[in-house]
């Protein structure tokens, strides 16, 4: 067996925990992960898959969607403190050495410890930090029993408390207790009226990719991982956004984020639903909603989204202009000997290919001299048809 303690073994020879999380999804679309505690040596490669995740917590039943991933962080966190970091200090090499002096230990550094960017972790980190390195060890503690060094007694109380209806309960408490340095960050996110009205109107002119997404967070108040989960209303997936009618005038919008669905063929993760629920539109942005949402089926009309299939499976040349230009000359009636002289070709079989192709070229695409000239003329501005 490897010595996990030993800092000077070369990077293959080392070994630390981390989190593995495999995403897939249903036939119905319905996507979930599961994640593993896994050994990696130190060029992040994994060399051996543990059973440690089996004891992050047990549940009856728990939905098809649900998965530990954040508290295998907060456990791997710790058995690479205690027995990577500081086996040799603390004299172990297993996980059944680990006593709750050295989780209270690395309770203190967690807490002491700044973060990337400078700042401390703040109180409900801490918190889910020890809650979830005691269930995991309670649970431990459970399975092998006298293997163990730390037992139930030694990680938890119990404490009284009521439900809801007044039924009284024990409650069981960690054991453990650090004090946490004050957290003075505040995050910038105040935009005045007067910004955001210049805002969405330029996004839907430079933007449009993602000008819709602005309004999901600006009028329905969606976080940003939950409007990468949005359909539309016509998604085979099922109903995206609901809009409901009344004597021909929308009265309201709801924006189904209920089920995490697997909107992409390769499987990337586009977006994590915090809470799932059906969002309504709130009913004073509910007319400005519905005009951005038929400006973004503007924006995804079907010509220009079979365009970019295409654009994702092929590599566009470098001389698509030049042949977009080739293509005016012959919609415009010149001859191959024009056509040689605009190109600026040495023979002219490239312009003979052209006019060969000439029908079909007419049929597929239309001369557009004069919306090009009011397109450069407005900078762009007030354009707002396909494409030239």
């Known amino acids: 067996m490897l010595d996990l303690m030993n800092p000077e073994e070369r990077p293959e020879q080392v070994q630390r925990y981390g989190v593995y999380t495999i995403r897939t999804a249903t036939e119905d679309g319905v996507v979930y992960a599961r994640s593993f505690i896994v050994l990696r040596n130190g060029y992040s490669v994994i060399i051996r898959f543990t059973r440690l995740q ?206 995490e669905i697997r909107i992409r063929d390769d499987d990337v993760e586009v977006g994590m639903i915090k809470k799932e629920r059906r969002q309504g539109v709130y009913p004073a942005f509910l007319e400005a909603f519905c005009k951005a949402y038929e400006l973004h089926r503007e924006f995804l009309s079907p010509e220009l989204r079979l365009y970019g299939q295409l654009l994702y499976e092929n590599q566009l040349g470098t001389h698509a202009l030049r042949h977009w230009f080739t293509v005016q000359l012959v919609l415009r009636g010149e001859d191959i000997g024009s056509i040689q002289y605009w190109r600026g070709d040495s023979s002219p079989e490239s312009s003979f290919l052209y006019l060969q192709n000439k029908g079909d070229l007419t049929r597929e695409l239309k001369a557009s001299n004069d919306r090009l000239v009011i397109m450069l003329v407005s900078g762009w501005g007030d354009f707002d048809d396909g494409s030239v």
């Open 54 to 259: 089996d004891y992050a917590g047990f549940k009856v039943y728990k939905p098809i969607s649900s998965n530990a991933e954040k508290k295998l962080y907060y456990i791997c966190g710790m058995l690479n403190y205690v027995l990577v970091d500081h086996g040799r200090r603390f004299g172990i090499r297993h996980v059944f050495g680990i006593t709750a002096e050295m989780l209270q230990e690395y309770f203190d550094h967690y807490t002491a410890e700044k973060k990337a960017d400078g700042e401390y972790r703040g109180r409900d980190s801490i918190t889910k930090c020890i809650g979830a390195v005691t269930a995991f060890m309670a649970n431990l503690s459970w399975k092998f029993g006298g293997f163990m060094k730390v037992t139930r007694k030694s990680l938890y109380c119990d404490e009284v408390a009521y439900d809801r209806h007044g039924r009284r309960f024990f409650k069981a408490v960690p054991l453990f207790q650090v004090s946490g340095m004050p957290v003075r960050k505040k995050i910038f996110r105040d935009i005045p009226y007067k910004v955001f009205e210049i805002l969405v109107p330029m996004a839907f002119r430079y933007a449009r990719d993602i000008a819709f997404g602005l309004c999901l967070q600006a009028f329905a108040g969606l976080r940003s991982g939950e409007v990468c989960s949005v359909r539309q209303e016509c998604s085979p997936l099922g109903r995206g956004i609901t809009f409901t009618e009344l004597g021909g005038r929308v009265v309201s919008a709801v924006v189904d984020v209920t089920q």
